[in-house]
């Protein structure tokens, strides 16, 4: 089995339009924050020039900041599908190389589960095969179970429509 690279690249500040996606994004393994509490323009660019991260808004009027030029996509106005779409055909993103190896809530890297964590695991989910994971900050335990198939249907799907084979 290869081991996989330490972390994706790029890495992705979303604007809190954009929650979902920032979502989708974790699971697909890319580092991303996600902006909150109605942080001003300015605040936020320079998050994401300290940070070195991409950052995704709907927001247009950004683009008149100076730091926005080459730290900015302006995704277009629509729905998850358009937004992951876009994004995927500008950087062309590998959405399954890295995928479900971050926290969806905090996004830290997730780590092996314990032999605690593996026993609260349903056992229905356990016959589904695939590793237990946990957050080592939050201590939420990941399985693939349901909502994981879910997701990776929808990861496969963005991943066959930007024409690369599907793992």
């Given at each position: 089995?290869?081991?996989?690279p330490?972390?994706?690249?790029?890495?992705?500040?979303?604007?809190?339009?954009l929650?979902?996606?920032?979502?989708?994004?974790?699971?697909?393994?890319?580092?991303?924050?996600?902006?909150?509490?109605?942080?001003?323009?300015?605040?936020?660019?320079?998050?994401?020039?300290?940070?070195?991260?991409?950052?995704?808004?709907l927001?247009?009027?950004?683009?008149?900041?100076?730091?926005?030029?080459?730290?900015?996509?302006?995704l277009p106005?629509?729905?998850?599908?358009?937004?992951?779409?876009a994004?995927?055909?500008?950087?062309?993103?590998?959405?399954?190389?890295?995928?479900?190896?971050?926290?969806?809530?905090?996004?830290?890297?997730?780590?092996?589960?314990?032999?605690?964590?593996?026993a609260?695991?349903?056992?229905?989910?356990?016959?589904y095969?695939?590793?237990?994971?946990?957050?080592?900050?939050?201590?939420?335990?990941?399985?693939?179970?349901?909502?994981?198939?879910?997701?990776?249907?929808?990861?496969?799907?963005?991943?066959?429509?930007?024409?690369?084979?599907?793992?």
């Amino acid at each position: 089995m290869k081991a996989r690279p330490a972390a994706p690249q790029p890495s992705f500040l979303c604007d809190e339009m954009l929650g979902r996606l920032a979502r989708y994004l974790r699971a697909a393994g890319f580092d991303t924050r996600l902006a909150c509490d109605g942080a001003p323009d300015a605040r936020i660019l320079r998050l994401a020039t300290a940070e070195d991260r991409l950052l995704l808004t709907l927001d247009r009027q950004i683009l008149e900041h100076k730091a926005a030029r080459a730290r900015v996509i302006v995704l277009p106005a629509g729905n998850l599908e358009q937004h992951a779409g876009a994004l995927g055909g500008r950087l062309g993103l590998d959405w399954l190389a890295f995928s479900f190896t971050r926290c969806l809530l905090d996004n830290v890297p997730l780590a092996p589960a314990s032999s605690a964590q593996r026993a609260a695991v349903p056992p229905l989910s356990q016959s589904y095969g695939g590793e237990v994971k946990s957050c080592p900050e939050c201590g939420r335990v990941y399985w693939p179970g349901s909502h994981f198939r879910r997701m990776h249907a929808t990861l496969c799907c963005w991943q066959e429509r930007r024409g690369a084979p599907i793992r």
